[in-house]
């Protein structure tokens, strides 16, 4: 028994003695607010914004910073995107025309410092559908290069919807030609809808304002495209198809326009909008007998009042 209570004191004894181990500086990261990885319309900017924490270990450091661009581009010939990064005081770096390239900047920076950058990136107007860029905005102490962080932030270019004014009454002559004007070459036009319920309107889904201008130059009835683009939202319920049925109400007095009973006028007693179907009763039958029929078999001729 005696044997077994000395050695664990022993152990417990000697854990005690042993020196704490050397504080370990904490390492550098970067906080991203946003989405790190975003879609952008041709010719739009869209800010990043970046915070880095300072190990808190009592020593002042030498901050640099480093940044990395690769482009993915879907074709040749896609134009350049243009990236900046800067703080409080000024730019960091920046590949835009006629800008200093730097390889790398630094910064004296104090512990527990949280320094604050935004990177800026630009689409160009000429930007094709897909094209990609991915920026690596990489920090690390001078002092001690293993503490270290990189941030990586993506862009990629998308369509927009752009809005172009017509003639009222000639929309539908406008997106014809349009169409036609399309479809031989890549023109950077995915779809054209007329929707006959908006006068002096079409709406274009593309790539950029500058190609479509050029499609649009020259076309008869046109009046220009509305600056700024429209969202998706607007012209959803467009594109939805309404019910066969929408529009008819129990009660309403309609006109049969095909099957047996073509020309018989009768009045809707029910109706199923999931089968898209009316239950109605004939007036000039025999006997008042329910008849189902497709609702676009029918014509209302006078409302439920």
Same mark, same amino acid.
Do not use: C
């Given at each position: 028994?005696?044997?077994?209570?000395?050695?664990?004191?022993?152990?417990?004894?000697?854990?005690?003695?042993?020196?704490?181990?050397?504080?370990?500086?904490?390492?550098?990261?970067?906080?991203?607010?946003?989405?790190?990885?975003?879609?952008?319309?041709?010719?739009?900017?869209?800010?990043?914004?970046?915070?880095?924490?300072?190990?808190?270990?009592?020593?002042?450091?030498?901050?640099?910073?480093?940044?990395?661009?690769?482009?993915?581009?879907?074709?040749?010939?896609?134009?350049?995107?243009?990236?900046?990064?800067?703080?409080?005081?000024?730019?960091?770096?920046?590949?835009?025309?006629?800008?200093?390239?730097?390889?790398?900047?630094?910064?004296?920076?104090?512990?527990? %410092?949280?320094?604050?950058?935004?990177?800026?990136?630009?689409?160009?107007?000429?930007?094709?559908?897909?094209?990609?860029?991915?920026?690596?905005?990489?920090?690390?102490?001078?002092?001690?290069?293993?503490?270290?962080?990189?941030?990586?932030? %993506?862009?990629?270019?998308?369509?927009?919807?752009?809005?172009?004014?017509?003639?009222?009454?000639?929309?539908?002559?406008?997106?014809?030609?349009?169409?036609?004007?399309?479809?031989?070459?890549?023109?950077?036009?995915?779809?054209?809808?007329?929707?006959?319920?908006?006068?002096?309107?079409?709406?274009?889904?593309?790539?950029?304002?500058?190609?479509?201008?050029?499609?649009?130059?020259?076309?008869?009835?046109?009046?220009?495209?509305?600056?700024?683009?429209?969202?998706?939202?607007?012209?959803?319920?467009?594109?939805?198809?309404?019910?066969?049925?929408?529009?008819?109400?129990?009660?309403?007095?309609?006109?049969?326009?095909?099957?047996?009973?073509?020309?018989?006028?009768?009045?809707?007693? %029910?109706?199923?909008?999931?089968?898209?179907?009316?239950?109605?009763?004939?007036?000039?039958?025999?006997?008042?007998?329910?008849?189902?029929?497709?609702?676009?078999?029918?014509?209302?001729?006078?409302?439920?009042?």
């Amino acid at each position: 028994m005696g044997l077994f209570d000395v050695e664990p004191r022993k152990k417990e004894e000697a854990k005690k003695e042993a020196p704490p181990p050397p504080p370990t500086a904490k390492a550098l990261q970067f906080t991203t607010q946003g989405e790190t990885k975003r879609l952008m319309a041709s010719g739009d900017s869209s800010e990043f914004e970046m915070s880095l924490k300072i190990p808190d270990d009592g020593a002042p450091h030498t901050l640099a910073i480093k940044v990395d661009t690769l482009f993915s581009a879907t074709e040749e010939g896609s134009p350049e995107w243009f990236v900046k990064l800067y703080d409080a005081i000024g730019s960091v770096w920046e590949n835009a025309p006629g800008a200093d390239q730097v390889a790398e900047k630094t910064f004296d920076v104090t512990p527990g %410092q949280e320094k604050s950058f935004t990177l800026k990136i630009t689409s160009p107007t000429g930007a094709r559908y897909g094209d990609k860029i991915t920026v690596l905005v990489n920090a690390s102490l001078k002092d001690n290069p293993s503490l270290n962080d990189v941030a990586t932030l %993506q862009a990629t270019a998308r369509q927009s919807i752009l809005a172009v004014k017509t003639s009222i009454g000639h929309e539908k002559a406008v997106a014809d030609s349009l169409a036609s004007r399309a479809k031989p070459k890549p023109s950077g036009v995915f779809a054209i809808l007329s929707p006959a319920t908006i006068r002096g309107y079409v709406f274009v889904e593309a790539m950029n304002t500058d190609g479509l201008r050029d499609l649009v130059k020259g076309v008869r009835r046109t009046r220009g495209i509305v600056k700024g683009e429209t969202s998706f939202g607007e012209i959803e319920h467009f594109l939805t198809p309404k019910p066969i049925v929408s529009g008819i109400v129990e009660g309403d007095i309609v006109e049969l326009i095909a099957g047996p009973f073509k020309g018989e006028k009768a009045r809707v007693q %029910q109706i199923d909008e999931s089968k898209e179907e009316i239950t109605v009763e004939l007036f000039e039958a025999m006997v008042p007998i329910p008849v189902t029929i497709r609702g676009d078999h029918v014509r209302v001729l006078e409302k439920e009042r």
